[in-house]
C-alpha cells in the first residue's frame, strides 16, 4: 500500500481533476492521463489501483447515457470477452515487481496512442471483417490494459473505424472502458496487488474527477476541441518518450 501524505493526496486529486478535464472535453483520456501522470511518480500497479473506480464511475456513467445498451451488448459481447482474457493474460507484467518493464510497457502504450491519434487518417473495418476482428481486438486491448493499465489501444481506433454513430460510439467506448476497468480490477485482485489503503484513495478521487469534467464540458463551448486535443496529445507524447526510455538511463 501506498504511504498516504499531504503531498501524495493534493497529487493524486490534481492529477484526476486533469484527467477529467480532458475526458470533458474529449470523451475519453482518463486513464490514459492518470497513468501517464502517476506512473511516473509511483508504481505503476499502484497508479493502476488508484484508477480503479474514478474510471469506473466515470465510464459507467458514459456508458448508460446511450440509447442502445443491449444492441450494443449483443454486437460486442465477443470483444468484451476477449478484453477479460487478455486483461487477465497480461496482468502479470503489471504486478510482476519490475517497474523498469512496467514503466516502459507504459510509455510505450502512450506513445503509440498519442502518434496514432496525432497522425493515422480515420480508416474503415467492412462489415464482413467485425466478427473475427473484434475478438482479436479485444484480446490485444486485454493484454495492453493488464500490462500498461491503458485501455484506449486499439480498442478506440477500432470502435471509431466501425463507422457508428456518435452516440453509439459514445455508448460502445463507454462498454469497453467499463469491461477493461472490471477486468483490470479483477486482475490486480487476483495477484493481490489490489489493497484496500489505495481502493480507499482512489474512491476519494471520484470528486476531483467529477469535478475536471464538469470544467473539462465548460471548456470544450469556449476552446475548440481539436486544438485541446492535440496539444494534449503533444504532451502525452513526450510524456509517452520519457517513460520509455527512463529505464535504460
Not at 4 to 20: C, D, P, R
Not at 134 to 160: C, D, E, K, M, W
Amino acid at each position: 500500500m501506498m504511504e498516504s501524505s499531504t503531498w501524495l493526496i493534493g497529487t493524486v486529486a490534481a492529477t484526476f481533476f486533469l484527467a477529467g478535464i480532458v475526458k470533458g472535453v474529449t470523451g475519453m483520456g482518463l486513464p490514459t492521463v492518470a497513468m501517464g501522470v502517476l506512473g511516473a511518480l509511483v508504481s505503476p500497479v499502484a497508479a493502476a489501483t488508484l484508477l480503479i473506480v474514478p474510471s469506473f464511475v466515470t465510464n459507467v456513467w458514459q456508458l448508460f447515457t446511450g440509447p442502445g445498451f443491449w444492441p450494443l451488448i449483443s454486437r460486442f459481447w465477443p470483444m468484451m470477452g476477449a478484453i477479460v482474457v487478455g486483461t487477465v493474460a497480461g496482468s502479470s507484467l503489471l504486478t510482476s515487481g519490475d517497474t523498469r518493464l512496467t514503466t516502459s510497457a507504459l510509455g510505450a502504450a502512450l506513445l503509440v496512442y498519442a502518434a496514432y491519434t496525432l497522425m493515422a487518417r480515420q480508416f474503415v473495418v467492412p462489415a464482413r471483417l467485425e466478427r473475427w476482428l473484434s475478438p482479436l481486438i479485444g484480446v490485444t486491448t486485454g493484454v495492453v490494459t493488464g500490462g500498461s493499465g491503458v485501455f484506449v489501444i486499439p480498442a478506440v481506433p477500432y470502435l471509431q473505424a466501425l463507422g457508428l454513430e456518435k452516440d453509439e460510439l459514445i455508448q460502445a467506448l463507454g462498454l469497453s472502458f467499463t469491461v477493461s476497468t472490471i477486468a483490470l480490477a479483477a486482475s490486480l485482485t487476483w495477484h493481490g496487488a489490489f489493497q484496500l489503503g489505495n481502493v480507499s484513495m482512489s474512491a476519494l478521487a471520484v470528486a476531483p474527477t467529477l469535478a475536471g469534467m464538469w470544467v473539462g464540458q465548460v471548456v470544450r463551448k469556449k476552446v475548440s476541441p481539436t486544438a485541446f486535443r492535440r496539444w494534449f496529445l503533444l504532451g502525452l507524447l513526450l510524456l509517452g518518450a520519457e517513460m520509455l526510455i527512463r529505464p535504460l538511463l
